[in-house]
C-alpha cells in the first residue's frame, strides 16, 4: 500500500522540472538579497520577494493538483479577464507609470502588481485551447484570421497601448510557438515576417516610438553612443560582466552593484550582477540550471495526452524562453534594452508569482499524460 502511494505520488512529479525550479528560485532570492543589500528599502524588498514567493507557490501547488482541463469550461470569462488585465491600469485611478509605461495597478495610491504579467498566462490558456480546436490543422483562411484577430491582435494591441513594448513582444513570441506548434503553415509565418519588416519601417518612419525606446534602440545600434545618458545602463552592465571574470569578485562584493554605478541591478540587469560576482562560472551554472528548467518542459509537452496541455506548455516555454534570451542579451549588448525581465531572478512578486503558476500548469499537464 506504501509502495503504491509512493509511486502514485512519484509519477505526478516531474523531477527535472521541480529540481530546476526549485533552484533556480533559491538562486533568484540570493542575487536578489545581494543586488539589494546596499540599498536603502533592500530589505523591504527582500519581504516583497519572499511574499511573491509564498504566493507563487501556493499557487503552484494549487494548479498542479487541478486538472489542467477544468480551464477549458472558463475560457470566456479567462479570455475577457485577460484583457481586463491588460487594460486595468489605463482605467483612472487604477493605473500609474513606470519608466514610461502605464503599467501597475493601484488602489487608493498603493501599488499592488502588474497585470500584464498574470495576463500572459491567462492569454497563453486561451489561445492554446483556441488552436487546439482545429486538431492540428489551421489551415483555412477564415480560422486562421478568427484565431489571429480574437486571440492575437486584439490583445496585443491593448499591450502597445500603455504603451508596454517589452511584453507586446513576449506575448508574440508565446503565440508563434503556439502557432507554429499548433499546425498553423510555414507561409503565415512568412507573411509575418514581412508584416514586422512593414510596420517596423513605418514606426520608425513616422517616429511612432516613445523618446526612451528610440533612444534604447539608438543605443543598441551604436553601444558607443551617450555612455553618460541613454548608452549608460549598456556600458554599465558590460563593465560589471567583464570584472568578474572566471569566478567573480565574490556574493556581494561587487563594486559596479555596491557603489550604484549599475542602474536596475536588481531587475533588469540582475544578469549582470552574477557576472560580477559569480563570475562565467555563475552565469554557466544559471544557463544550466534554465536549460534543466527547459529540457523538464519539452518532457511535459512531449508527454502531454492532448494537444491543448502541450500547446500550454509550448506557450510557457515561449514565455520563459524569449525573456531569457533578451534579457541575457540585453545585458551583453546584443539585444535592445526592453526592460523585460530575467525569469525567477529579477526581483519583482508579480513575474515571480506568475512563473510560479505557469510551472504549477506544466506539472498539472504532467500529472495526467496517462489520464489520471
Not at 545581494?34 to 516583497?48: P, R
Not at 508596454?164 to 507561409?187: K, N, P, S, W, Y
Not at 550582477?273 to 552565469?283: K, M, N, T, Y
Request: neutral net charge.
Amino acid at each position: 500500500m506504501e509502495t503504491s502511494l509512493a509511486a502514485r505520488v512519484s509519477n505526478r512529479v516531474n523531477w527535472t522540472l521541480l529540481a530546476a525550479l526549485a533552484v533556480v528560485v533559491v538562486y533568484g532570492t540570493v542575487m536578489v538579497r545581494s543586488a539589494t543589500a546596499g540599498m536603502s528599502a533592500g530589505d523591504v524588498m527582500l519581504a516583497k520577494q519572499f511574499a511573491g514567493m509564498a504566493i507563487g507557490g501556493l499557487l503552484l501547488l494549487g494548479l498542479w493538483f487541478v486538472d489542467y482541463h477544468s480551464w477549458e469550461g472558463w475560457m470566456g470569462p479567462l479570455y475577457w479577464g485577460s484583457l481586463f488585465l491588460v487594460i486595468s491600469p489605463r482605467i483612472p485611478g487604477l493605473g500609474d507609470a513606470a519608466k514610461g509605461a502605464t503599467s501597475w495597478l493601484q488602489i487608493a495610491g498603493v501599488r499592488l502588481f502588474q497585470p500584464s504579467e498574470p495576463a500572459k498566462l491567462l492569454l497563453i490558456i486561451v489561445l492554446a485551447h483556441a488552436v487546439s480546436r482545429y486538431k492540428g490543422d489551421l489551415s483555412r483562411p477564415a480560422d486562421v484570421a478568427r484565431v489571429l484577430g480574437q486571440y492575437v491582435l486584439v490583445p496585443l494591441a491593448l499591450i502597445l497601448a500603455q504603451p508596454d513594448l517589452g511584453t507586446g513582444l513576449v506575448f508574440v513570441a508565446i503565440a508563434m510557438g503556439i502557432l507554429l506548434v499548433g499546425g498553423l503553415q510555414g507561409r503565415w509565418f512568412v507573411a509575418f515576417a514581412l508584416v514586422g519588416v512593414v510596420a517596423t519601417g513605418v514606426v520608425l518612419q513616422f517616429g511612432l516610438l516613445q523618446e526612451y525606446q528610440e533612444d534604447r534602440l539608438l543605443v543598441f545600434i551604436d553601444p558607443t553612443r551617450d555612455p553618460h545618458g541613454a548608452g549608460y545602463n549598456l556600458q554599465q552592465s558590460k563593465i560589471a560582466i567583464g570584472s568578474g571574470g572566471l569566478t567573480g569578485r565574490g556574493l556581494g562584493s561587487g563594486t559596479q552593484s555596491n557603489l550604484l554605478f549599475l542602474p536596475e541591478r536588481h531587475t533588469d540587469f540582475i544578469f549582470s550582477v552574477i557576472g560580477e560576482e559569480l563570475g562565467f562560472l555563475g552565469a554557466l551554472a544559471l544557463l544550466a540550471v534554465y536549460l534543466g528548467l527547459l529540457f523538464g518542459s519539452f518532457e511535459v509537452c512531449a508527454s502531454s495526452r492532448d494537444l491543448f496541455g502541450a500547446l500550454v506548455v509550448i506557450g510557457v516555454m515561449s514565455m520563459w524562453t524569449f525573456q531569457i534570451l533578451v534579457n541575457i542579451g540585453m545585458t551583453v549588448g546584443i539585444m535592445p534594452i526592453t526592460g523585460i525581465p530575467l525569469p525567477f531572478m529579477s526581483y519583482g512578486a508579480s513575474s515571480l508569482v506568475t512563473n510560479l503558476a505557469s510551472a504549477g500548469i506544466l506539472l498539472s499537464v504532467w500529472s495526467r499524460r496517462y489520464g489520471v
